[in-house]
Each structure stands twice: as C-alpha cells, then as structure tokens.
C-alpha cells in the first residue's frame, strides 16, 4: 500500500509473460476497482469527519436574521453588539445538533415557531416562548421531526 492508501499497480509485464493477457486483463479490473472501493471510502470518511467534527462558526449579524446559515458547523458563536433576533438555522437534517452561544455584548432572541423562517428551519423552544440569550449564554437546539427543539436536561 502507498502513502495515500492506494494499492500499487501490479507488475503488468510479469503477469502477462507468466500467465497471459486475459489474466493480466482480470487482475487490472480487480487493482482499479479496489482503487475505485478504497478512494471511496476514504471520501465517505472525511463526509462523515466533517460532519461530526466539532466546526465552530463566528458572527456578528447587525439586523435580524431569518433563515441563518451556520455554514455547517455545530455550534455558532455570536460575537456581536448589536441586539437581534433569529428566526431559525438554514440546512437543517435530521439528528443534527447546535449550540448557539453569544460571547458578544447584544441580547440575541430566539424567536418560537416564527413565521420568519422557513417552516423547516423554525425553532421550536421549550417553555414555547422566545429565547433571550445574554453575553455568555447558550442554547442547545436538537433537529427531530422538522423542527429545531430546543433541549433541556431533566
């Protein structure tokens, strides 16, 4: 095996001066189809990384956001000072779970079942009022059934 996790390439020659065309013709097949096997593997791997790995995003939205795109990380961090609301997350799948944490000087306000957003993408709290996170607060949103829910630990 090579550095990158491919198989070396067969000795073509010695395979066809020892045993023939149609057998040097079947161990190719089988050497590019196993490459074909491990560089999808090792795709399926680093989709699964990135996904599960724990990518933090930064904002610091100035105006109310509907619909947020959280760049695919699993938890955002709100930097800002300007006081807004938010709606819902954008590109939400099923089981996916995010934190939303303000380490800014403004009050964010997560708003409840708000028509702003997407229905898909709305936020669905646990008391079913709105959300006020001050500076060095956090939620924690869990992705079930269509809905962001909010978690809260019995």
Do not use: C
Not at 15 to 24: D, K, M, Q, V, Y
Not at 29 to 57: A, I, M
Not at 92 to 108: D, Q, Y
């Amino acid at each position: 095996m090579g550095e990158q996790f491919t198989v070396d390439p067969p000795d073509r020659d010695l395979i066809r001066r020892e045993s023939g065309r149609a057998t040097e013709t079947a161990i190719m097949t089988n050497w590019l189809v196993l490459n074909d096997e491990l560089k999808r593997r090792r795709r399926t791997v680093l989709e699964v990384k990135n996904k599960w790995e724990g990518k933090v995003f930064s904002s610091a939205p100035t105006a109310a956001q509907n619909d947020f795109d959280t760049q695919g990380s699993m938890t955002v961090l709100f930097t800002g000072s300007t006081n807004f609301n938010l709606s819902g997350l954008a590109n939400p799948s099923e089981g996916r779970i995010m934190t939303l944490f303000n380490v800014g000087s403004a009050t964010i306000t997560v708003l409840h079942a708000s028509v702003l957003s997407a229905a898909l993408n709305r936020f669905r709290t646990f008391s079913g009022a709105s959300v006020s996170l001050t500076t060095d607060k956090a939620v924690v949103f869990y992705y079930l059934n269509s809905l962001w829910r909010e978690l809260k630990l019995a």
